[in-house]
RNA sequence: GUCCCCAUCGUCUAACGGUCAGGACACCAGGCUUUCAAUCUGGGAACCCGGGUUCGACUCCCGGUGGGGGCACCA
């Protein structure tokens, strides 16, 4: 049996830090053995999955060099690779379920299930669904269904006896059935959740181990009993431990800068990143902490991963990216990295406009565009202040454009002008005012170039860990 | 609240019953260097607590505490 292990993101957002840490594992584990890594888009959540993020993701994980050998891109024996193109296949998966009695349509509305939940809260009961149409004749069930009731579709849960999931580095974790919720397998909209999809998708797709965020194993349950009801073998559990922020929280962009676009954008190598994520809750067997993608393949043991949460520490990432630098790259090479990181001609094309104006010689450009080609520019709260706003509102409304940012799908110079007067309307104050400060987070100083235009060039990513980071100066002073 | 997972320097980790508990980042002090880095040398810094098991526990077991995660028609 060939090992087959997958990354299977959700796009729902930015490229994720944890998304390549999960993968490397995968990765790893998949080219010690012989074996292919594939790469699934979890795309069920029709919400709040977009192609643009779907295409950051892909293009990020091929930054670092993480090639897999089947997926949306690149095709493959198991096709389609994209779960929102698989449609059919869970709808038959789920008749046949539904066939066999292991599953039941559910009719209750959304407002039925959050009454029960308030419920169960208030009396501090375990949360989950109370089995109200179970009760339902299947006949009945079919009838209303025909007759075009909206319904979801669940899976059967004993309600008793317990379930035993063997973790590869745990050992067996044993839960109890009756704290099982009747997860809902088909949605109202005809596509399935991830329980099911993730154990459909698995099984066609031969995948032999799965190798996933701590945060499953609480699920892992569902879907071993799913194996058991279509009378699947299932594959190897392995649940890493997650990245956490310095507070040990799991690892979140509210707190940190996750996206790896931010990474790339910081000026750090992939070699060094995937180097970095080796160094998280894994280690080589001689201790050594500089190595190659290779090197960690050829050395690879899921048993060599320790259990406690990683924090995931920039400052020693930092000092690996200079190693890698110091040390992989000749004069040569390094200019070159130079070049394609920010001293292309497209970069340069998208800053030459806002400056032409602004300077006598071609040497007031050093100055002037710096921040272009900076990563954080830790500005001091007295520059900060300079305006009308005080500290507190400045803090304020820093926080504002935050959560705002943290929103955006569409970064451009018109999204983050309208976005930015949106805060300034919603906290009453003068956009003028509230941009002096964003001005010298932004670029570091009081004045230069236009603002707007900066933030879109730099990106969002850069732009939000900027402003992140001026907020916690003047929390600071 | 409830279920589950986890627990070595501030941080990343080594140790898989017998070590003065090792390395790395960060920090501090020196050396080298025209400056700054880099680099070299040295330093402080950890086995969460309490019970067992054992001739012997960081290592095994139990309890506590602490941290984390899950509890959606999101993944």
Known sequence: MTVRTR???SPTGDPHLGTAYVALFNYCFARRHGGQFILRIEDTDQERSNRRSEEMILESLRWLGLHWDEGPDVGGPHGPYRQSERAPIYREHVALLLEAGH???????????EALRQQQRAQNLPLGYDGHCLAIP???AERRAAAGEPFVVRMKVPRSGECVVHDCLRGDIVFDYAQVDMQVLLKADGLPTYHLANVVDDHLMGITHIIRGEEWIP???KHLLLYSY????????????LLRNPDRSKLSKRKNPTSLRFFQRMGYLPEAMLNFLGLMAWSMPDGEEKFTLEEMVRNFDLQRISLG????DMTKLSWLNGRWIRENLDVEEFARRVQAWALNRDYLMA????TQQRVERLSDLGPLTAFFFSGLLDPTPESLV???LDAAQIRSAFDAMLARIDAMTVWNRDTVEAELRGVADELGLKLRDMLKPLYVAITGRPAGVPLFDAMAILGKDISRARIRQAREALEAA
Do not use: N
């Not at 599953?103 to 299930?113: G, M, Q, V």
């Not at 949460?309 to 995931?312: L, W």
């Open 7 to 9: 990354i299977a993101p």
């Open 103 to 113: 599953a039941f349509r559910c009719f209750c509305t959304p407002e039925r299930l």
């Open 138 to 140: 299947v006949d009945e």
């Open 219 to 221: 699920s892992a349950p």
């Open 230 to 241: 279509f009378g699947w073998t299932a594959p190897e559990l392995c649940h890493l431990p």
């Open 309 to 312: 949460g990683p924090v995931f």
């Open 351 to 354: 800053i030459a406009p806002l």
């Open 386 to 388: 300079a305006g009308k």
